[in-house]
Every structure is written in C-alpha cells, then in structure tokens.
C-alpha cells in the first residue's frame, strides 16, 4: 500500500495549523500570568502622563519580589518608552522587603541585582518601611545604599495620593 502524499500533506497542515494556534494560546496565557496588571500599564500609557507611578508591594512572603520584581522591570521599560522622566517609585511594605537586608544577598542575589538595575539603570526609587522593619527588630541601617528607608509606608502612600501619582497594587497571583 503506497502512502497518499495528498492525504499526508494535509494531515501535516491541519498539525501545523493545530501547533500554532495552541502555541499562540499559551503565549497569550503565559503573558497574562507573567504580567497580570498590565491592562493597568496599558491605561496608564494610553492616556496623558501621570504625575508619577508608584508600584506598591506587601506580601507576608519574604520570596515575592522573585516574582515581583521582574514584572516591575517590565512595567518600568514601557513606562520609560512613553515618558523617559517619569517619576517612578516601588514601596515594599511587607515581609518581601526582608529579602533586601543586607545580610540577605547570597541568598537573593538576583533580586538584589534587580533593585540596582531599576535604581540605577531606570531611576526608580525603591522604598521600604522603617517602621515595619522596626517592628521585625531589623533596623533601617541593615539595607543597602540603593535601599531608600521611609519612615512609614502609609504616610508614604498618602504622600504620593496627595501628590496624584497613579497607583499600582503589585499582588501574589495564583
């Protein structure tokens, strides 16, 4: 029995097409997971220039900013594409900002790494909370330089309300 090349080519196309609408699905899943607030971001570009952007974290995982920071950094990228001196800001007041101390860099060095880049390669400030570290009896000296230490993060965010920044809650998805 010969092989129907016909047949052959076309079970080959539907394959074909079959592969590339299903890898388009998981692109588009993947995206969405990877970057779940980026309809915000989208918002935020579409419209007029904001007077600032605050990225706001508070998980009870010290872990998050694995996570967190690199949707942070792709964020940033498109925020700066659009508006290159946009005030941006990133306040961590939860357990993620445990990471940051100093003491803690071998064991995060890749998030450590991601701070820097956005403090020194795209002007973001990057804040913790004094008073919860305080609370945690970690002091304000155990971060790093390219750590700010702010007073109090809920006086912060009301600062940056104040000041009409636009604010973008940065959450554990599941």
């Known amino acids: 029995m010969k092989p129907n090349l016909a047949h052959l080519f076309s079970v080959f196309v539907r394959a074909t097409a079959c592969f590339i609408l299903f890898s388009s699905w998981l692109t588009t899943v993947a995206d969405d997971e990877l970057f779940p607030e980026q309809s915000e971001i989208d918002g935020l570009t579409a419209g007029n220039k904001p007077e600032g952007v605050v990225f706001l974290v508070m998980e009870d995982d010290e872990e998050a900013l694995r996570w967190v920071l690199p949707r942070v950094l792709h964020y940033t990228r498109q925020l700066r594409a659009k508006w290159q001196h946009l005030p941006i800001v990133v306040l961590s007041h939860g357990n ?62 009301e600062n940056y309300r104040q000041m009409e920044f636009s604010m973008v809650s940065l959450e554990l998805t599941w």
């Not at 101390?101 to 804040?127: E, G």
């Not at 919860?132 to 304000?140: C, H, I, K, L």
Request: charged letters at 20%.
């Open 96 to 157: 993620e900002m445990f990471a940051l101390v100093t003491d803690q860099q071998p064991l995060y060095k890749k998030v450590h790494a991601d701070v820097k880049k956005l403090v020194s390669d795209y002007h973001v400030a990057f804040q913790v909370c004094a008073a919860y570290a305080s609370m945690s009896d970690v002091s304000s000296s155990e971060f790093p330089p390219y750590v700010d230490v702010v007073p109090f993060a809920p006086a912060e965010i």
